[in-house]
């Protein structure tokens, strides 16, 4: 019997089209004939390209099917309120409501097994047709696709836990598998793709790409892949081959300026080993994220980037959680607060986190709490702070707020080497190399060193913080406490939304929530993926 190459298979044989709400049993109208499609060197291009754009959250869809580059991730976290029936779901998770039917738990997971379907397709294709053309272009189409295939599983068992393991091109009749473990996922699928993307893609910089894996992206990854199972040995090998590799390089991976990092003139620096690309071209493949989190930017015209829907605001707790220039918050007694002026003295780290009404310059303009964006207004007088990290594009002249260039970094060199000292703390093995790390990221950030210890739960903590601070605004926070295991502690502790009129209180419902439930559609459809996770 022929295959039927679907391009959006997923873990079940439906599939939600665009502007449906039905889930319909795809027909052969909605399949691809691929041996039609990949001839050329130039349909293999277009196929990475489309795979790589389903990654990215595009106009509206950052409200229900962005599972990559999307700021919403932190409003499920710790570190943001935020409140707008637009996008619902992500309002419902961060109250702890969190259901089988909640509607960005069927758009992720369809999106996601799409892309890993079309990862699929092209390497079925190009390993058919590899005699056909040079090479070096098949090793960079399969490390491309590989390369994407794997940070999908990755994402999938973050959220899910077990699920369908699906690496190859399956009938439509073979589509009911049952789940799979995520150890089996990780050692049979996830890190086998990232090897081979690893040997595949070239050690370019990331700039000559555009967007595209690199041999360090595939490296990074296969250290977060590592870590993600908790197997912390690997993690540090994995770690100290691209540590090892960054001493040969001319330039270090590892930015001496926080701020440049961010840069909107900088975005393909070393330290940026994988981002999603956008472009503000006027055809929606611009970021939106200042629309919903932004604030207004001073010296540009009202109707561009002069304005913001105010619909977020950062956490009182998250802001006060970050240390002075002494190593000390304001309420362990920092000797370098000033009450006066009470936003100096937080170093530069923090200085390119937030725009700081009354104390940060935008376009040769103070950043006065005129521009602050937020739910509560009395919230923004009394923390006029908003997000700044190059989201925000200062020179941004266009009169339409959702079509900006800002990309979304996805991993960072500082977070291979931050794994790293997890991993060797969690194995009990804390010594100078990790210490070097911590000194290092504080040194940058221009906060005072913490004291060195060995205790692993001490440590252990200190990693933990250093992360929150080091990788705000960056999509991981979320990810980071559940797989600690301290979602419920930190998230149901935040009391701040008791005191300001956020319009809802944070929720983070244990053990439930600890893992995302499977879509009622997808366990109706494929009984095979029952029972569902714990709580739902």
Not at 1 to 11: E, R, T, W
Not at 257 to 278: Q, R, T, V, W
Not at 371 to 377: H, N, P, Q, R, T
Request: glycine share 6%; proline share 5%.
């Amino acid at each position: 019997m022929k295959k039927i190459y679907v391009l959006l298979l997923s873990a079940f044989s439906f599939i939600m089209l665009s502007g449906c709400n039905d889930w319909i049993e795809l027909e052969p109208k909605d399949t691809v004939a691929n041996e039609n499609f990949f001839k050329t060197k130039d349909d293999f291009d277009q196929a990475v390209t489309g795979l790589y754009s389903m990654l990215r959250p595009l106009d509206d869809e950052a409200k229900d099917g962005a599972y990559f580059g999307n700021l919403y991730w932190e409003v499920c976290a710790d570190v943001c309120m935020y409140k707008n029936s637009w996008t619902q779901p992500w309002f419902d998770i961060s109250r702890g409501e969190l259901k089988s039917v909640t509607d960005n738990v069927a758009s992720l997971y369809q999106k996601v097994y799409a892309a890993i379907s079309w990862s699929n397709t092209i390497i079925e294709q190009i390993e058919a047709k590899q005699s056909e053309f040079p090479e070096e272009f098949v090793n960079y189409v399969k490390g491309q696709a590989h390369f994407v295939r794997a940070i999908c599983y990755i994402r999938l068992t973050s959220l899910w836990g077990p699920v369908p393991m699906i690496d190859r091109l399956y009938l439509p009749s073979e589509s009911k598998l049952p789940r799979s473990s995520v150890d089996d996922i990780t050692n049979q699928l996830i890190i086998p793709d990232l090897k081979i993307a690893v040997s595949c893609l070239e050690m370019t910089p990331y700039n000559n790409k555009w967007g595209l894996a690199t041999k360090q992206a595939a490296m990074g990854m296969k250290v977060r892949a590592y870590l993600y199972n908790k197997d912390y040995e690997n993690t540090v090998e994995a770690a100290k081959e691209l540590m090892e590799l960054d001493k040969t390089l001319e330039n270090s991976m590892f930015l001496d300026d926080y701020k440049s990092i961010f840069a909107n003139s900088n975005e393909n620096n070393p330290e940026i080993l994988f981002s999603l690309k956008y472009v503000a071209n006027g055809t929606k493949q611009g970021s939106t994220f200042n629309t919903p989190f932004g604030s207004k930017i001073p010296g540009l015209p009202t109707g561009s980037m002069n304005g913001s829907w105010a619909t977020v605001s950062i956490l009182p707790e998250f802001i006060d959680s970050y240390p002075l220039t002494d190593g000390k918050t304001v309420a362990e007694g920092s000797m370098v607060y000033d009450s006066q002026n009470k936003w100096a003295n937080r170093g530069p780290r923090f200085e390119s986190t937030f725009y700081i009404g009354g104390y940060s310059v935008v376009n040769g303009i103070p950043f006065t709490s005129e521009y602050v964006c937020g739910i509560d207004a009395q919230c923004a007088i009394d923390y006029p702070l908003n997000i700044n990290k190059g989201y925000m594009n200062e020179d941004k002249k266009t009169e339409w707020l959702q079509e900006d260039e800002s990309d979304f970094i996805i991993l960072r060199y500082t977070d291979v080497l931050l794994m790293y000292a997890e991993a060797k703390t969690m194995l009990g093995n804390i010594d100078q190399s990790v210490f070097d790390i911590l000194d290092a990221v504080r040194d940058r950030a221009g906060i005072a060193h913490v004291a060195h210890t060995t205790d692993p739960m001490a440590m252990m903590k200190i990693i933990q913080d250093e992360r929150k601070w080091e990788f705000a605004f960056e999509g991981l926070r979320y990810f980071d406490i559940r797989r600690w295991g301290i979602a419920a502690d930190v998230i149901n502790s935040i009391t701040s939304d008791e005191l300001y009129n956020f319009g809802s209180h944070k929720v983070f419902v244990a053990p439930a929530n600890y893992l995302w439930p499977l879509p009622q559609e997808a366990t109706d459809a494929n009984p095979n993926l029952l029972p569902n996770n714990e709580g739902y």
